[in-house]
């Protein structure tokens, strides 16, 4: 346990310093994130109760699209240079080279919800930090880095990875989609917990799930 | 120590690239495979480190069974491919850090600096590795390789971009392996560049391994013959 610790912390490291230099997830995901914010609001005329209703969707949606930029981007480097074979023979369990990539991805989208919440409050005139949305938003998070990032490792091989990814990827976050924005509209609207639990609910174990079997199956993905 | 590869076949899709593949390598051995673009010895050596899955075939280690995709055999492999597996963005210090983490060996600063200076990398150690010439990629992924003490150190194309001191430096770094009892399997398209360090030719042709050519300390020109008949007759008919 102590080994699988170690080679999982030593592979965020290692995403994470190559992240740092490269920013080649990040830029793709704040340039799109920021542009999307700007457009939104200039498309849309929104009075002061609608603004509180549609804030999750909208940021849901920025989040959901930037992320998927980045998540294309997260395999670059092994897939450049051939790492990822270099992985699989050093590291005895593979399922530590999904976790890893998976929480390295997490944390990418959380920095993401760090620079979008203030730029969305600022042009909407609208206070976001909730902590009911935040969590949310960060369940959200884990759910969507946790199905991105096994799918991302399965695309990352083909040549249609950009095109291929959000098609597989979108249809399977539907439930995590649903969730967010539910329980994000009934903390935005000032709704009673009972009216949106079952979505936070959701979130938790559509993250639980998906982590679970992306755990399971990352072994297979990789050596068939 | 002793593997037997016996029975390896592999296809993509329709197309069969190795057909029922027998090789045996023991301690101290290494065996260069030789074959025409396309006649599959790099799918070989990807079935054999454990990376890609054959149809059919077993490994045996010392007698005894084992998967070729089970973790523990790749762990005693070390695969140096076309490829570099570096990352491009860490310096080959870092890189070297990183890998001997993963193999939980944990070398010192000293440690890996030694290592860098032995493939005479000492004073690039920490730049970018996407600053470094093909041929300086080519001594630190060696380096990377031999990282974990590998028993079976297996090389496709091990000299390509190495000038004439970095091919020196791999005849050197194969004969400590060797003398340590380690394996080597490489391929080449020079067989008279790894006549130095090895102890045998085997030609993969279609698919189909032929008998192992032992060089028992003969020159090239004693060996050819006997991995090229054909060629040789018709050259001598001509």
């Known amino acids: ?224 | 120590m002793q593997i037997k590869l016996q029975g390896i076949s592999k296809a993509y899709g329709r197309l069969s690239v190795l057909k029922n593949c027998d090789l045996a390598l023991e301690s101290g051995q290494l065996l260069c495979l030789l074959g025409s673009n396309g006649a599959g010895k790099t799918t070989l050596l990807r079935v054999v480190s454990g990376l890609l899955s054959a149809e059919q075939g077993k490994l045996l280690v010392d007698g005894a069974e084992w998967s070729l995709k089970s973790p523990e055999w790749r762990r005693k492999c070390a695969l140096v491919a076309h490829k570099t597996f570096l990352y491009q963005n860490l310096s080959g210090l870092e890189n070297l850090r990183f890998f001997s983490r993963l193999y939980q060996h944990d070398l010192t600063e000293k440690e890996l600096r030694d290592r860098l200076a032995e493939a005479g990398l000492a004073r690039a150690g920490d730049k970018q590795v996407r600053a470094y010439s093909r041929g300086m990629q080519q001594r630190l992924t060696i380096a990377r390789a031999l990282l974990s003490d590998p028993d079976v150190l297996i090389l496709d194309e091990p000299f390509t971009g190495l000038d004439k001191d970095g091919s020196a430096m791999l005849v050197r770094v194969l004969a400590e392996l060797k003398g340590r009892g380690g394996m080597v399997l490489m391929t080449s398209h020079d067989p008279q560049a790894a006549l130095a360090v090895t102890d045998g030719f085997v030609r993969l042709s279609r698919g189909v391994l032929d008998e192992v050519v032992w060089t028992r300390g003969r020159t090239w020109s004693e060996i050819e013959p006997n991995l090229y008949p054909q060629s040789t007759l018709e050259g001598q008919a001509a």
Do not use: C, H
């Open chain 1, 1 to 224: 346990m102590k080994n699988w610790l170690s080679t999982l912390k030593t592979l965020i490291w290692k995403d994470l310093l190559q992240e740092w230099r490269s920013k080649d997830m990040l830029t793709a995901m704040l340039a799109f994130a920021i542009l999307s914010i700007f457009i939104f609001n200039y498309a849309m005329e929104l009075d002061p109760r609608q603004r509180a209703e549609l804030a999750p969707g909208i940021l849901w949606v920025v989040i959901t699209f930037s992320g998927t930029l980045g998540l294309n981007r997260s395999f670059v480097a092994e897939q450049e240079q051939g790492s990822f074979d270099a992985l699989v023979m050093a590291v005895p369990g593979l399922g530590s080279i999904w976790l890893a990539k998976q929480i390295s991805n997490f944390l990418m989208m959380l920095v993401l919800i760090v620079i979008v919440l203030p730029i969305y409050s600022l042009l909407y005139n609208q206070n976001l930090f909730v902590p009911g949305l935040i969590l949310t938003l960060i369940l959200g998070a884990w759910s969507f880095s946790a199905a991105g990032t096994l799918l991302a490792s399965m695309t990352a091989q083909t040549r249609m990875r950009d095109l291929l990814l959000p098609v597989l990827l979108f249809p399977i976050l539907m439930p995590v989609n649903m969730a967010v924005v539910k329980a994000g509209t009934g903390i935005m609207s000032g709704a009673a917990l009972a009216s949106y639990q079952v979505w936070l609910t959701i979130l938790l174990v559509y993250g639980i799930i998906m982590t679970t079997i992306s755990l399971m199956v990352f072994d297979y993905v990789i050596l068939e």
